[in-house]
């Protein structure tokens, strides 16, 4: 019964897709080991990423308590266009929004 309540509650949250145009590209899962974390390996991933794929415009999201994480996407050129609130336990997933960011063609290429 508590899974089916949770379930109707938050259905519409998990219902609502990013819908991406011609051109988009979403970077679903970044992550990094603790150990290799500060040593340019994220940057450098996403530098050669943007440099190969050819796309328009890169979007990814990060939650807003990950302030390392948004700090390195804005140094490499992300700016925040959408922020979605976490509606339900807050404190249990430990973020209060999921804010998505994007990195345009018309901007120059990483190195």
Known sequence: M?????????????EKPLHLAEGQCYFEAVATAKQARGRGV????????????GYDDYILEVVDTNTAAIRLYERLGYAEFRRKPQRWFR?????????????????ARPE
């Open 91 to 107: 404190k249990q997933a430990g973020f209060n929004a999921r804010l998505y960011m994007r990195w345009m063609q018309d901007q």
């Open 2 to 14: 508590k899974g089916s309540l949770f379930y109707f509650l938050v259905r519409r949250e998990l």
């Open 42 to 53: 994220a940057s450098q991933l996403n530098n050669e990423l943007i440099s190969r794929l």
